[in-house]
């Protein structure tokens, strides 16, 4: 059964910057801030010009679509000026882009591995660097990392991400501390395996499926809406007082799994 989603007033008019926005769990969370009424930016390599029409058509609101690479360190933070340009000084950012493809450790090569820490660690600090100083300046802000669950869970075959979602964490513990005193909160939400339309083409096998609901708490496979709850809050005056902490969304599977 799935809930109403809650409104959070303060989120109204917030200028908000999300990466990986174009699709799945980055999409569903972009159109989560459309309709509370937010000024959302997203950031994503993919084209994502429909994207927005039909975000626009469904919320009434429209999203700033801003297409790059999220390893281009310096296109990155020329995207979120372009975001504080047209929405005001980003009050949140919500670090989502990722990439989870499976390798053989035994295998495994360098240039993969800095591949892939390229994507899923050294972005989440840059653009948290970046926005820092407009959320203090606003009087403070709030920043939600996507970690996974998958390092709570120590999955195979993917070292290299897992290692990096153990990062995030440390990541988001570091800096929360460190700019508490400037009213900057930094949180982490972790997911479980969220059918995705990429996770449906290469690994959501039915019978992955079956095997990894019978692990879960929860009898149905969690979709990308279900992630868009906790990073609202997490986002919202709602969390007021909540920092270096991670959130685990993942229908129970890391207690049990």
């Not at 926005?21 to 390599?45: C, K, M, N, P």
């Not at 990429?198 to 609901?213: G, I, N, S, Y």
């Amino acid at each position: 059964m799935r809930g109403a989603e809650a409104i959070h007033p303060d989120l109204r008019e917030a200028s908000v910057f999300v990466t990986g926005g174009a699709s799945g769990i980055g999409a569903a969370l972009v159109e989560g801030f459309l309709r509370q009424g937010a000024r959302v930016a997203f950031y994503d390599r993919a084209d994502a010009a429909a994207t927005v029409e039909d975000m626009e058509a469904r919320t009434g609101n429209r999203p700033l679509f801003i297409q790059g690479d999220v390893t281009d360190t310096p296109a990155l933070m020329a995207a979120i000026d372009t975001a504080a340009t047209t929405h005001g000084p980003v009050t949140v950012l919500v670090s989502n882009a990722a990439d989870d493809t499976r390798f053989d450790a035994q295998a495994l090569t360098e240039a993969e591995w800095d591949a892939c820490l390229a994507v899923n660690l050294k972005p989440y600090f840059f653009a948290a660097q970046k926005v820092a100083p407009m959320m203090e300046a606003a009087g403070g802000g709030a920043i939600v990392n996507m970690s996974s669950g998958s390092y709570l869970m120590g999955v195979a075959r993917l070292a290299p991400y897992v290692a990096s979602n153990a990062a995030i964490m440390g990541l988001t513990r570091s800096l929360a501390r460190e700019w508490g005193p400037r009213d900057i909160r930094v949180n982490a939400v972790a997911p479980g395996w969220v059918m995705t339309e990429r996770q449906k083409e290469l690994w959501a096998t039915p019978e992955a499926q079956e095997r990894h609901r019978a692990q879960q708490c929860l009898p149905e496979m969690m979709q990308p809406e279900d992630l868009v709850g906790g990073v609202l809050f997490l986002a919202s005056g709602t969390s007021r007082m909540i920092t270096s902490q991670m959130l685990v969304i993942d229908a129970g599977v890391s207690v049990t799994g």
